[in-house]
């Protein structure tokens, strides 16, 4: 099941909607990427509050989009992680450090508006 | 000679076959029979006594200092109702009374500090002043004495051990209900201000307490939209490596919850621990008390607080 990239301003939102293949991932991993530089955002909000289940594939790979998207000059806020999820995460080492997280999406956008308006 | 078939008796009009007893199993009845003879006498005996015997176990109790959280007249009264259910115990070879009378008598003095020694102590005692009597009495007749002896040593034990064993039972029931109580009010998870939470936790944390901590925490982050968390382990004098990684591990977690949390009051064993297993400091933010974690939680929620007016 493919996940649909929304465009809001400045942010491109990527919201899961279940449980990732492997290859869905991938294929997210080079939408945002691409897409990133097209629309010219300043940040990407990833929302997996409708996961339940995060293996370690999934969790590199939210580590790999964050650091690629930096490299394509932009900003990427993990949001929704569940509490369960996020101790099981911590549990396997899987921390995801240098990556940006906030609660649910009206956070991460809050986060980020702040950010650009010290930036401006 | 084995026998390898069993041999069956005829039992009246009944077509039910039952085994036959064997030799050695008679042996052994009339062995059970005569034992239980003794013990008649026994039993007999230690009624008889019951003034005498009673008051040399008190003051053998009183001689070896045991129960010094009792008054005199309390082991008195108990050395009564403790010898007679003993001697109940002996006659009827039935436990359960005195097991009830044990937990009964468990729940009575643990609150008042007995320990187990004093009672298997006392118990012991009780066996060996009994023991005495049964020589002095049987002095002249070694046979008998033997055999009497026979008799009362395994019922005498199984005694002791049932006492000992309830006392331990009733001791560790009391244990497991602190327990629980301790448990129930753990770990309270308060917010103080919008979007900051505070963790106050006072006390010894093992690993299910550090786990439950951890879960009440996070769930209290989404429900309460928390930002900031402040942990305040002041009241918490030490923790092993486990617990120390725990708290890093919950540290963590909060963070990919969108909090950042800042721990005070770590005490110097605490901060020897978690250089010991070697935290990264950049990821976790420590204060040294709960006043200046609270004032850095505010400044990171961007709050200033200001006296409202000079009082003079």
Known sequence: MEVPILKQGQVLIATFQAALSDADLNQLRSALVQQVVRFRSRAVIVDVTAMDVMDSFASRTLREIAHMIRLRGAETVIVGIQPEVAFAMVQLGLTLEGVATALDLEEGLAYLNQKFKIMK | ?312
């Not at chain 2, 950042?260 to 990821?283: C, F, H, M, N, Y």
């Open chain 2, 1 to 312: 000679m084995i026998l390898a078939y069993p041999v069956f008796c005829a039992s009246g009009g009944v077509s039910r076959q039952v085994p036959c007893a064997s030799d050695e199993e008679n042996n052994l009845m009339v062995k059970r029979d005569e034992s239980s003879e003794l013990l008649r006498e026994l039993v007999a005996h230690l009624r008889q006594n019951r003034t005498q015997l009673r008051e040399e176990w008190v003051g053998r109790i009183s001689e070896t200092r045991l129960l010094t959280a009792m008054t005199k007249e309390e082991i008195f009264a108990e050395a009564t109702s403790v010898y007679d259910s003993y001697v109940e115990a002996l006659e009827t070879e039935t436990f359960e009374a005195l097991q009830a009378y044990a937990r009964n008598l468990s729940e009575r003095i643990i609150p008042r500090g007995v320990e187990t020694h004093e009672v298997v102590g006392i118990v012991l005692l009780l066996r060996d002043v009994l023991a005495r009597s049964l020589f002095a009495k049987y002095q002249t007749d070694f046979k008998k004495l033997n055999r009497i002896l026979d008799a009362y040593e395994p019922a005498a034990n199984r005694i002791a051990n049932t006492v000992a064993v309830g006392f331990v039972q009733e001791r560790e029931r009391v244990i497991r209900q602190q327990q629980e109580a301790i448990r129930e009010l753990s770990t309270p998870v308060l917010q103080v201000r919008e979007r900051l939470l505070i963790l106050p936790i006072i006390g010894v944390i093992d690993p299910q307490r550090a786990r439950q901590l951890t879960e009440q925490l996070l769930r209290g982050i989404r429900t309460n939209r928390a930002k900031v968390v402040v942990i305040d382990i002041t009241g918490v004098a030490a923790m092993d490596v486990t617990v120390a990684n725990h708290l890093v591990q919950t540290v963590e977690a909060s963070r990919l919850l969108g909090a950042t949390v800042i721990v005070t009051g770590l005490s110097p064993e605490i901060a020897q621990t978690l250089v010991t297993i070697g935290v990264d400091l950049g990821k976790m933010n420590t204060v040294g008390d709960l006043q200046g974690g609270i004032e850095q939680a505010e400044r990171l929620l961007g709050y200033k607080v200001m006296a409202l007016a000079e009082t003079s």
